[in-house]
Nanobody, 124 residues
């Protein structure tokens, strides 16, 4: 069992930066891939980024590549999403997820555990 709690969302202007945090608890976190997804009303949940906890490899959606960075702090069991050069189209509720099946998260949107989400609003 893995528990995930997101924080760090808020209201910012276009071009600003924001850092989201996902505090994870549970056993054997090293076997999991952690990721961020986002969703806006009326749209499907969208994959944003993922990181393999043990190897550190990362994956990004094309829409956020070169603007967002996912990282992890092993000592704090926390995953971060640094978001730079934010755009109004980045406005969404951002969810943290975890799964032992990293490839299925990146290519299929799989998440076995989910946080409750944190809202990001980017004004133009």
């Amino acid at each position: 069992q893995v528990q995930l709690v997101e924080s760090g969302g808020g209201l910012v202007q276009a071009g600003d930066s924001l850092r989201l945090s996902c505090a994870a608890s549970g056993r054997t976190l090293g076997t999991y891939t952690f990721g961020w997804f986002r969703q806006t009303p009326g749209k499907e949940r969208e994959f944003v980024a993922a990181i393999n906890w043990s190897g550190g490899s990362t994956n990004y959606a094309d829409s956020v590549k070169d603007r967002f960075t996912i990282s992890g702090d092993n000592a704090k069991n926390t995953v971060f999403l640094q978001m730079n050069s934010l755009k109004p189209e980045d406005t969404a509720v951002y969810y943290c997820a975890a799964t032992p099946w990293g490839e299925q998260m990146v290519h299929g949107g799989r998440g076995d555990y989910w946080g409750r989400g944190t809202r990001v609003t980017v004004s133009s």
